[in-house]
């Protein structure tokens, strides 16, 4: 596992982990319009991780993707989504406080990218969460495995 | 109404929720500022709780609607009818007040430990997480959003069994517990798709009220369902196999947790019974078929209580027998309610059904808390293996005695109190019921006094653990507990009348006005 | 039987078969695999029950305002509940990696500590 696969592999991944990563960034940032949303573009982009993990192994990701760093990002787009929700509390939980407003979510075209008041904005805390918290679960994962095998 | 007020139902969930996230970052500043936020979470959720449950009882217990994300009007002038929303009954907040006690008492309880342990940071955030989950399924008023909750209990009590990820015993049981919980959360997610593709909704008033008298293949099917997955989760014979694991593996804080979150389980089975098919849907073959299933938990969780060393265990199987005497009550209501002639003692049995749930949580977490210091103490779990406990540990062998005396239904404890209550009812109903529920409770009591026998009398062992005194939040949270148990059992009338009996009326006759609260809302 | 029955069949079908892996198969990783064909059929179950023949997607914001659409409800739904299953396999499968590391296999049967 730690060795990674093949030149193929690694040549493909190479080419494709930057566009995996902005097609789910693209999901999360559309999800109040198409298709899609913070969870699935999360999980688009979590799986640019694995495929990286896969391709080069854990001994390539080790300096790169720090686990205590991931779970902390989680924990903030946790809190951002809830603190979202925290905002609306004056009419109601999960009231949309910036939908109509005029600023700057708030416009009235329905289909332009500035709509939809803070839900762009929860699909972001969702998006960076889904992300980090994948990512994280599959380090983990990939460590227990590693640890098994060298028992 | 005040703001706080209005929105205490979202705050009770919203709360620990913030908390279970925020956990992990004040962690990183230091394990005693950790600490100290999580016992402020529990404390400000127990607050909102009492706050919420004092106004509603003051307000004359009529139900209470929180809409969430507030009323939509779209527009084109249309009102959204009727939108996501928790909805709180007289039983709702019954069972608030129960989670309340056992997540302070559990917060309180793992607030010190001897020694940090690894992985204290991960325990504290799925408590929280799980506090949240049970809050949920005792408040929504949506079916769906029912299941979402449930699985987020499943998760949290799961991964609360298996954190010790160094105990093989955890892994499998954790792994056990959660293949049940997800098969049971699918049988509900089931049911829950049957009766929105019947009737193009999920709230459970507006389900409630399209249920009709001559239920159609489909809703029994999902009632079939739904009391399926809920049983099975509440840890009902046939299958209460996990239950046994669960709370034998989890850590003492998190047990008490998890009797709570099977009665929120049990909670989700009365809702389904009472007020979502209730007075449309009720025959009289459900309340046998649940009353048979009470008997057969009792007579298998004493029995198998009788044999076991391990001492959680056999604490666990203590727990299962008593939700059987809980689903006996029930039933037997259900069964009174149903016949032809409704009559009185069916509303004693319910409350005495429900009054055995809150001092359940008090004994049996009493219990779990007082052996899991215990179990620290001698290093083992085996009973064989412990003994002389009494000798160091005071105020323990104290809280234990208490506990194991008001679990078996002695006076003038708590859970002789309720205990009588189903005794008397179920006697109207069949006097052998009642006969084997007072033999299985005798059976208990010598169960326990086996188990404190041999692990708290007899000649002092060598302590594995270094010789210091119990740290004291442990003892303040089971003297919490304790003073439940005996306050309950001293002025059980006092009690019954103001918590009880609103919450046994939400189950007897309120389903009118569960549906009316959101129903009669439709326009405005 | 129409050709609209056939995604609740498959449903139905794909539930069976779950059950039957998770009862009848002694691998772990099996029994794990179960539940997320349950969870498949419950989800198709969902969808299905949302679907209008020849409707658009609920989520097109121009388009025509009579055309008929699938129901977006069940559709949320099978979201949250793919979310859920996403999570509860991961935790499933940590378990399983856990448990073969404790007793070097992942035969259900060989794996017996906790009994009675």
Redesign the interface.
């Known amino acids: 596992m730690s060795s990674g696969m093949s030149v193929i592999v690694r040549t493909v991944t190479r080419f494709t982990y930057a566009l995996i990563i902005v097609f789910g960034f693209y999901v999360i940032m559309h999800g109040h319009l198409t298709p899609g949303g913070g969870f699935q573009g999360g999980a688009v982009v979590a799986s640019a991780f694995a495929l990286a993990l896969v391709a080069f192994g854990t001994a390539g990701l080790k300096g790169a993707l720090n686990r205590h760093l991931l779970q902390s990002l989680e924990e903030v787009g946790a809190l951002a989504f809830l603190g979202l929700a925290f905002a609306g509390v004056g009419t109601a939980f999960f009231y949309n406080i910036l939908a109509n407003s005029g600023s700057v979510f708030g416009g009235s075209d329905p289909a332009a990218l500035a709509s939809g008041g803070v839900l762009p904005l929860m699909n972001w805390a969702v998006g960076l969460k889904v992300m980090t918290g994948i990512a994280s679960i599959l380090i983990i994962m990939v460590i227990g495995a590693r640890k098994e095998a060298t028992e | 109404m005040n703001a706080l007020l209005h929105h205490a139902p979202v705050l009770l969930v919203a709360v620990p929720l913030l908390g279970a996230f925020a956990v992990p970052l004040v962690g990183k500043l230091g394990s005693g500022l950790r600490r100290f936020f999580v016992g402020l979470i529990a404390l400000l959720t127990t607050a909102i709780a009492g706050y919420l449950a004092a106004s509603f009882y003051a307000a004359g217990a009529s139900p209470i609607v929180y809409v969430l994300g507030g009323r939509l009007s779209l527009p084109s002038g249309m009102v959204a009818p009727i939108r996501i929303m928790f909805e709180l009954d007289g039983l709702s907040v019954f069972m608030m007040l129960i989670t309340a006690l056992a997540a302070l008492a559990a917060v309180l309880y793992t607030s010190s430990f001897w020694k940090e342990r690894s992985g204290a940071t991960l325990k504290d955030s799925l408590m929280l997480l799980l506090i949240v989950g049970i809050f949920g399924m005792e408040m929504t008023g949506d079916l769906f959003n029912f299941f979402v909750f449930l699985e987020i209990t499943s998760i949290a009590a799961c991964s609360l069994v298996g954190f010790r990820v160094w105990n093989g015993r955890s892994q499998e049981a954790a792994f056990k517990v959660m293949t049940l919980y997800t098969l049971s959360g699918l049988f509900v997610l089931l049911a829950v798709g049957l009766l929105y593709g019947q009737y193009g909704g999920l709230n459970i008033a507006y389900l409630a009220t399209m249920i009709g008298s001559g239920a159609a293949l489909v809703d029994k099917i999902a009632l079939g369902l739904l009391l399926t997955g809920l049983a099975m989760k509440a840890g009902a014979v046939p299958m209460h196999m996990w239950a046994p694991d669960a709370y034998g593996e989890a850590p003492g804080a998190a047990s008490i947790l998890l009797v709570a979150n099977s009665q929120a389980s049990l909670y989700g089975l009365f809702r389904v019974l009472f007020t979502l098919y209730g007075s449309a849907y009720s025959p009289q073959s459900l309340a046998w078929i649940l009353i048979g299933l009470a008997v057969l938990t009792i007579i298998v969780g004493v029995t198998m209580a009788l044999v076991q060393r391990d001492l959680k265990r056999l604490i666990a199987f203590g727990a299962v027998s008593q939700i059987g005497y809980m689903m006996l009550a029930v039933g037997v209501g259900f069964a009174a309610m149903t016949a032809l002639q409704p009559s009185d003692f069916g509303f004693v049995a319910l409350q005495g059904g429900l009054f055995h749930m809150i001092n359940d949580a008090a004994c049996i977490g009493l219990l779990f808390l007082a052996a899991g210091i215990v179990i620290r103490r001698a290093g083992t779990r085996d009973l064989q293996g412990m003994g002389g406990i009494a000798h160091d540990l005071k105020w323990t062998t104290a809280f234990f005695m208490l506990g194991a005396f008001a679990l078996a239904g002695m006076p003038p404890l708590n859970g002789f109190a309720s205990k009588l209550m189903i005794y008397e009812s179920t006697f109207r109903l069949s006097p052998v019921l009642a006969i084997v529920a007072i033999l299985a409770s005798i059976l208990l009591l010598a169960v326990f006094l086996r188990a404190f026998q041999a692990a708290f009398l007899g000649p002092r062992t060598e302590p594995t653990d270094v010789m210091r005194p119990v740290p004291i939040s442990m003892l303040v949270s089971m003297g919490l507990l304790a003073l439940v148990v005996v306050a309950f059992g001293l002025f059980p009338g006092f009690f019954v009348d103001r918590i009880v009996t609103p919450a046994a009326q939400a189950l007897w006759s309120g389903r009118d006005a569960y549906i009316q609260a959101v129903m009669s809302g439709m326009g405005g | 039987m129409t050709l609209g029955q056939v995604p609740f069949v498959v449903s139905a079908l794909l539930?069976v078969i779950g059950l039957y892996a998770?009862l009848f198969k002694r691998n772990?990783i099996k029994?794990v695999i179960g539940?997320s064909i349950?969870?498949t059929g419950?989800n198709l179950?969902?969808v299905t029950?949302g679907y209008r023949a020849g409707g658009q997607?609920p989520?097109y914001?121009?388009s025509d305002p009579t055309t008929l659409r699938v129901l977006p409800?069940?559709q949320a739904?099978t979201?949250?509940?793919i979310?859920?299953g996403?999570?509860?396999t991961?935790?499933?499968?940590?378990?399983?990696?856990?448990?073969?590391?404790?007793?070097q296999t992942l035969d259900a049967e060989k794996?017996k500590?906790?009994k009675?």
């Open positions: 539930v998770l772990l029994m539940v349950i969870e419950v179950f969902l029950v997607a989520i914001t121009y409800t069940p739904l979201l949250t509940s979310v859920i996403l999570a509860t991961a935790l499933l499968l940590s378990f399983v990696v856990f448990i073969h590391r404790h007793y794996i500590e906790l009675g």
